[in-house]
């Protein structure tokens, strides 16, 4: 067909293929809340998991994750308000083992591209034990 840009096949099945094999990966978070990847758990329940960031970027670098697989914040529910309630709950416990509860502490949830989101299974940030070197928000 004149004009028509059609896509070699080799690239085609290339794309395809990709796309599949993502989907079908099971997420790094999924895999540690199902102990089949390491991590450094510091706190775990029927809802929830928290670990150790393995690139710490403070002192304390907490993520809590829901034990469910959820994409991010564009994918919640109604009916999820209450575990993001309880992550929140978690995140003030946790900031108080660390011994960072009075200090102070930052709570992050990237969403997207635009705010450098990497995985995408819905997790808090919980950050501290120094001054924030950029205000946000
Ligand atoms: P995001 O960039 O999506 O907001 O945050 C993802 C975070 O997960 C990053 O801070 C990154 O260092 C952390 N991370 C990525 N892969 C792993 C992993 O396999 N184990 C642990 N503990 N943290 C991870
Ligand atoms: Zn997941």
């Known amino acids: 067909m004149e004009g028509a840009v059609t896509m070699p096949f080799g690239i085609h099945l290339y794309s395809t293929l990709k796309a599949k ?3 079908m990966s099971p997420c790094i978070f999924c895999k540690i809340v199902q ?3 390491p991590a450094n758990i510091v706190y775990r329940d029927g809802q929830v998991t928290a670990f150790r960031d393995i690139h710490p970027a403070a002192p304390t670098h ?3 994750v829901p034990n469910r697989h ?4 564009n994918d919640l529910r109604p009916e999820d308000e209450a575990l993001i309630g ?4 978690v995140a003030g416990q946790l900031a108080k083992q660390e011994g960072i509860a009075e200090s ?3 709570l992050i949830t990237n969403t ?3 705010a450098g989101q990497t995985v995408f299974h819905l997790h808090l ?8 070197k950029f205000k946000m928000g």
Do not use: C
Request: proline share 3%; aromatic share 6%.
């Open 70 to 73: 959820i994409d991010s914040v």
């Open 35 to 37: 102990n089949e990847a």
């Open 86 to 89: 309880h992550l929140h709950t």
């Open 21 to 23: 094999f993502k989907d």
């Open 112 to 114: 997207g591209p635009n």
């Open 104 to 106: 102070g502490y930052r």
């Open 62 to 64: 907490i993520l809590i």
């Open 125 to 132: 940030h919980l950050l501290g034990g120094g001054q924030m």
